[in-house]
């Protein structure tokens, strides 16, 4: 969707200019404001219709015994729907990485590529994310002085990590544990956090780019969302606009899914039919 590609890129420069303005108004007097208490908005979604879109998609054999949804809207902060569990994330665990690396380091500072290449830490972020590089995603974590979860619960504590574990940073080890809201609760915040807008910049597209080129290609540019996918595991972690213009964040981990022929494919069209039913819940 055209409008919500203009949406994405009007919040992403938003909140890049938040995070490099400065506040020089510390002696100029502000003016008297009238506090006022408005309503919260609704959901963007309905809970209740989600339930009745989602259980049957859920229960699809092709995704096994051992899957995983949370959707979370991104303005309350309200989780509109969870399975609960934890999963093998595959490779949305590199969610993780790209924002404890954006909470610890300005985005522009540079880094070298693999190719000896010096870019700034933003743009190698967003091609690690979309190109779902595992290499590029460990050599980004040896930046950081602590394991990533260590960085999130330091500088992201709004954010639930109980239930996560992070062997491996790129998201290859199958001892990662993380809950579908954790993954949907992180890109929610991105999504309001300036530090963080790197992140969401950096999500491939579907139909368009990187690893969602392919993927839910009946809806071009209607997701930004990280894939992730191991023997028996598929996962899909992103965000998306409703017709009202409201962000929404969901993460999709199933971990059980049947090893057979074509049983990866059939995987992920199962879990691009659930994004797709999500992206239309309004």
Request: hydrophobic residues 45%.
């Amino acid at each position: 969707m055209d409008a919500f590609k203009r949406a994405i890129a009007a919040a992403v420069s938003l909140l890049l200019l938040v995070a490099c303005s400065a506040t020089d108004s510390a002696t100029e007097s502000l003016p008297q404001v009238k506090a006022s208490v408005e309503p919260p908005p609704p959901p963007a979604i309905s809970p209740d219709q989600l339930s009745k879109i989602i259980d049957p998609l859920l229960s699809n054999p092709q995704l096994g015994k051992s899957v995983g949804l949370a959707v979370v809207d991104v303005a309350t902060g309200q989780l509109l729907y969870d399975t609960g569990g934890t999963f093998i994330p595959a490779s949305t665990a590199k969610l993780f990485t790209g924002a404890a690396l954006l909470l610890t380091f300005d985005s522009h500072i540079p880094v070298t590529t693999k190719e000896g290449k010096s870019v700034d830490l933003g743009t190698e972020l967003g091609r690690v994310l979309a190109e779902s590089d595992n290499e590029g995603a460990k050599a980004l974590a040896k930046l950081l002085p602590k394991p990533a979860t260590d960085m999130l619960i330091f500088e992201l504590p709004e954010l639930d990590l109980s239930e996560t574990v992070l062997e491996d940073p790129a998201g290859l080890s199958r001892k990662n544990k993380t809950s579908p809201r954790a993954l949907a609760s992180l890109l929610a915040l991105a999504w309001n956090n300036p530090r963080l807008a790197a992140l969401v910049a950096g999500l491939p597209v579907s139909g368009e780019s990187g690893t969602m080129k392919k993927r839910a290609a009946n809806e071009p540019g209607s997701l930004l969302a990280k894939t992730g996918t191991l023997s028996g595991v598929n996962a899909l972690a992103g965000i998306f606009q409703t017709s009202a213009g409201r962000a929404v964040a969901f993460a999709i981990l199933a971990d059980a899914v049947p090893i057979e022929p074509g049983g990866t494919d059939k995987a992920r069209k199962a879990i691009d039919q659930i994004a797709t039913a999500l992206v239309n819940a309004n």
